[in-house]
């Protein structure tokens, strides 16, 4: 285990392992397979990197995109460590020399994709080589079930069967027990232990607002809390991103598009820009974000609903890898509801299909609906326990109250009712608070019962309350009939029935207000304020661009704040800096000792 904290202290330029890590390394070290669960940014790289370096031979990497693998052994070289990647965006003439130096035992690690390593050439190359390990990432592309499903993923097994004594890491940050199920199957690794961690990403702040005006709501939000910060915009249509990249735009912000209709140049332009520059912001459909390995994305927002809770969960957690506080934040009314609900039912999908993602669908309206922690309605998604409440979401920070909404349900059903099923939610919010309106005139509506009997609301907590009854599935809203609304078979039980209904108490969202922060973990901040701070991060840019690689694989966010907080002056006190090793030391000490010295008193 010395040689495992020797490597960390003088390679990496950490002090301490991680949740984990250290009992993973060990294991691996001791040639023992492991299946390690463990969230984005919760440092699973290191498990089999340090392995890696401390055992005999080389450590060879299954990973199933270019862009993982550049990012990986880009940042491995600037530790001075001897990584190389073998994939299809090499020429043959460099392919061939790194196959050379795999054969000669000058690489520590090999990343290579999936298709390249089954390759009969491959298979010879590796029967010459001394092996350290097999590190098998993004696990769950072996899964059939799962999103991002890699066919030649299952063939891995035969990793096993030709190397019995190598040992074997696979890795994931799926959260989800089927899909652990398979790769254990797939890859055969039911002899391996298995390592699960929290799947909380406790530096993420979840918070769910209600759609008023949503375009402005975000502007408000990304100019109150994230001036140049990188950011993901998630929406559901390839209009609307474009639509929304554009309003960005013209409001000065440095906004891109990325979806599955533009070119591949321009998507490889644009994610380019995202990763090798500071504060772009992309706005994607779910299109965007595999193999995206940007650790300072500040904030994931969501102007439309993600299909799912594994869907949300996925693309939010593409904020803050880096550990530093970061935001996500979506907006959600009544039409998400209706618009996902219209998508699903006309899928082309088997009727079971359907029904699993109706549930499916209904699990994040909850979450979406929900007055107690978000973080613990997330957890327990996966089947994780999680104390009673995060502090770091909206519903801990400024809590939702919640009231009996028996006889408001009662009135609004039976407007339904009353007025024939036939109506949208204005009109039907027009009869309950008494209106004089054409539409009311012509169809007699003020003669019906429930005329005028909803005038202890206003017209705001109305349409709170049909959106709650949509939500619970206790009415639905008919596309093709103009969105009418309808009453549903619950509905029919609850209005018969002697059922209660909390609703909560949304909150006034005229102005996005920043919420206070009272976290007792202790964050980090970024102090985007001070000329050392700007002074600091335009080196950074300025020695990423010379050598074509992105700001953050020269340091991270937090080396960075570090630097800026304690403003080392010597390259001892540099050395001592969290993620400076011998190797950045050398590289980079002096030129950020420069930068303090000139911008370090003011
Ligand atoms: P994952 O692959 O699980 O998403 P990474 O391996 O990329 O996570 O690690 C996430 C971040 O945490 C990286 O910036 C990494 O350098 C950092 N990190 C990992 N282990 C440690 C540690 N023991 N001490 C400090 N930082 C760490
Ligand atoms: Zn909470």
């Known amino acids: 285990m010395n040689a495992a904290k020797d490597i960390l202290h003088q390679v990496f330029g950490y002090n301490e392992f991680r949740g984990n890590q250290a009992e993973i390394i060990d294991?691996?070290?001791?040639?023992?397979?492991?299946?390690?669960?463990?969230?984005?940014?919760?440092?699973?790289?290191?498990?089999?990197?340090?392995p890696a370096m401390a055992r005999k031979g080389m450590g060879l990497v299954v990973s199933p995109l270019i862009a993982l693998m550049q990012d990986q052994v880009e940042a491995l070289l600037q530790l001075g460590v001897k990584a190389a990647y073998?994939?299809?965006?090499?020429?043959?003439?460099?392919?061939?020399q790194i196959e050379q130096d795999v054969i000669q035992g000058k690489v520590d690690l090999l990343y290579v994709a999936p298709e390249r390593l089954l390759t009969p050439r491959f298979l010879q190359i590796l029967e010459r080589t001394e092996l350290a390990l097999f590190a098998i990432d993004e696990a769950h592309c072996v899964s059939q079930w799962g999103h991002d499903f890699r066919p030649e993923y299952i063939q891995l097994s035969i990793l096993h069967e030709r190397y019995p004594d190598v040992p074997r890491i696979a890795l994931t940050a799926t959260a989800d027990e089927p899909t652990r199920r398979e790769i254990v199957e797939q890859l055969k690794l039911q002899?391996?232990?298995q390592f699960v961690s929290s799947f909380d990403r406790p530096n993420i702040r979840y918070r769910v607002l209600q759609k008023q005006g949503a375009k402005e709501q975000l502007r408000q939000f990304l100019e109150t809390?994230?001036?140049g910060d990188a950011g993901i915009i998630y929406c559901l249509s390839r209009k609307k991103v474009e639509e929304i990249a554009e309003w960005l735009c013209d409001k000065g912000l440095d906004a891109l598009p990325y979806h599955a209709g533009l070119t591949n140049a321009t998507r490889q332009k644009n994610q380019q820009r995202f990763i090798r520059e500071e504060g772009v912001i992309i706005v994607a459909t779910v299109a965007f974000g595999m193999g995206i390995d940007k650790p300072n994305v500040r904030f994931v927002a969501h102007l439309d609903l993600p299909k799912s809770m594994e869907g949300y969960y996925q693309e939010t957690g593409r904020a803050g890898r880096d550990g530093l506080p970061a935001n996500a934040w979506m907006v959600y009314g009544l039409s998400d509801v209706v618009?996902?609900?219209?998508?699903?039912?006309n899928s082309e999908a088997e009727e079971q299909r359907k029904r699993l993602e109706r549930r499916k669908l209904d699990a994040l309206v909850g979450f979406c609906e929900t007055t107690v922690c978000r973080r613990q309605v997330l957890l327990n998604y996966f089947s994780e326990k999680f104390g009673t409440s995060c502090n770091n979401c909206d519903n801990c920070l400024e809590p939702i109250s919640t009231w009996d909404g028996k006889v408001a349900a009662q009135m609004a059903l039976s407007c339904v009712y009353r007025t024939g099923?036939?109506?949208?939610?204005?009109?039907?919010v027009d009869v309950l608070l008494g209106k004089t309106t054409d539409q009311i005139e012509r169809f007699h509506h003020n003669k019906v019962s429930t005329f005028g009997i909803g005038q202890a609301h206003t017209s705001s907590q109305w349409n709170s309350i049909f959106r709650q009854l949509v939500a619970a599935n206790l009415l639905t809203v008919d596309m093709s009939g103009f969105g009418s609304v309808r009453l549903t078979e619950?509905?029919?039980?609850f209005l018969r029935g002697d059922q209660t209904i909390a609703l909560r108490k949304d909150l006034e969202v005229t102005r996005s207000k920043k919420i206070k922060t009272t976290t007792k973990r202790e964050q980090k901040i970024i102090p985007n304020a001070s000329p050392l701070w700007q002074a600091l991060k335009n080196r950074r840019l300025e020695l990423a661009h010379e050598q074509g690689v992105p700001p953050y694989v020269i340091f991270h966010d937090s080396s960075l704040i570090e630097i800026h907080d304690r403003k080392p002056r010597s390259m001892n006190e540099f050395a001592?800096?969290?993620?400076?090793?011998?190797s950045k030391l050398q590289r980079y000490g002096e030129a950020f000792i420069r930068v303090i010295e000139q911008h370090g008193d003011e």
């Open 27 to 50: 294991h691996v070290i001791q040639g023992k397979d492991a299946l390690v669960l463990m969230p984005t940014g919760g440092g699973k790289s290191l498990c089999f990197q340090i």
């Open 86 to 96: 073998l994939n299809s965006s090499l020429d043959e003439k460099t392919s061939y």
């Open 191 to 193: 002899q391996a232990a």
């Open 225 to 227: 809390e994230h001036k």
């Open 339 to 345: 618009t996902m609900r219209h998508m699903l039912d």
């Open 421 to 428: 099923q036939r109506f949208g939610v204005k009109h039907l």
């Open 490 to 493: 619950k509905s029919m039980a």
């Open 576 to 582: 001592t800096i969290s993620g400076v090793g011998l």
